[in-house]
C-alpha cells in the first residue's frame, strides 16, 4: 500500500538496528482518517472471504480491527486479553504469544463466549515480525473449533519470517506494507530493491 509506506518514512523512526517506531498514527496516536484506508485495504485484500469474527491483540490491534470491521458488514472484533482481568471468571483459551518488540511472553486469553465453533475468524494486527502473536491467536481460534479466514497485518518486518511460517501452514496473508531491511536508521521495503 503505497500510502502507508509513504507515511511510515514519513512519520515513522528506527529505534536500533530491528524496531520501527509509528506511534504517531497507529500505536500511540491514532490517524482515525487513515486507519479507515487501511480497513478499507484489507476489505479489498481479503475480499471474497467469509469473516463472522475480526481477532486481534490487545490494544494496538484494536483500533485497526474496529475501523475493518464496517467494511466486513460488522462482524464483532474480539480481542485477546495479555492478562485475565477479574471479570474473566469463565471458561477462556489461552495460548502463548511471545512479543519481538518487548521481549516478553504472554499468555493471550479470550473468554469461550466470544469465539464460537465454526466461525470464520479474520485475525489483523499492527505488525508480523515472527508471527509469534499470529500463532497464538490461530492456536485460540483453533481451540474454539472455528477458522482462520486469514491473517492481516498493517506492517510486515519480511526479514523475521513471520509471514512465510504462516503461509506454510496454509494461512492467507496480507501485509499491507512490507519491510525488508532496517539499516542505518533508514527503512527498506519490499519494493525499494531489487
Do not use: W
Not at 56 to 66: N, R
Not at 144 to 158: D, S, T
Amino acid at each position: 500500500m503505497k500510502a502507508l509506506k509513504e507515511k511510515i518514512r514519513q512519520e515513522g523512526s528506527v529505534i536500533g538496528t530491528e524496531i520501527v517506531k509509528v506511534d504517531s498514527f497507529l500505536n500511540h496516536q491514532i490517524d482515525v482518517e487513515f486507519l479507515e484506508e487501511i480497513g478499507l485495504e484489507f476489505s479489498k485484500r481479503f475480499s471474497g472471504v467469509k469473516v463472522d469474527r475480526i481477532m486481534t491483540v490487545e490494544a494496538s490491534g484494536i483500533a485497526i480491527a474496529c475501523l475493518t470491521a464496517p467494511y466486513f458488514g460488522y462482524p464483532p472484533v474480539v480481542f485477546a486479553k495479555k492478562a485475565a482481568p477479574s471479570t474473566m471468571n469463565a471458561g477462556f483459551y489461552e495460548a502463548e504469544a511471545k512479543s519481538f518488540t518487548k521481549g516478553t511472553v504472554s499468555v493471550l486469553k479470550i473468554a469461550k463466549d466470544y469465539i464460537k465453533e465454526g466461525e470464520n475468524v479474520l485475525i489483523l494486527d499492527d505488525f508480523l515480525a515472527s508471527g509469534q502473536a499470529s500463532l497464538a491467536m490461530a492456536d485460540l481460534i483453533a481451540q474454539a473449533g472455528a477458522h482462520v479466514a486469514g491473517v492481516g497485518a498493517v506492517i510486515e518486518k519480511g526479514y523475521q519470517g513471520g509471514s512465510q511460517l504462516l503461509r506454510d501452514m496454509g494461512f492467507q496473508v496480507e501485509s499491507l506494507a512490507v519491510i525488508n531491511e532496517v539499516c542505518d536508521g533508514k527503512i527498506y521495503f519490499d519494493s525499494d530493491r531489487g
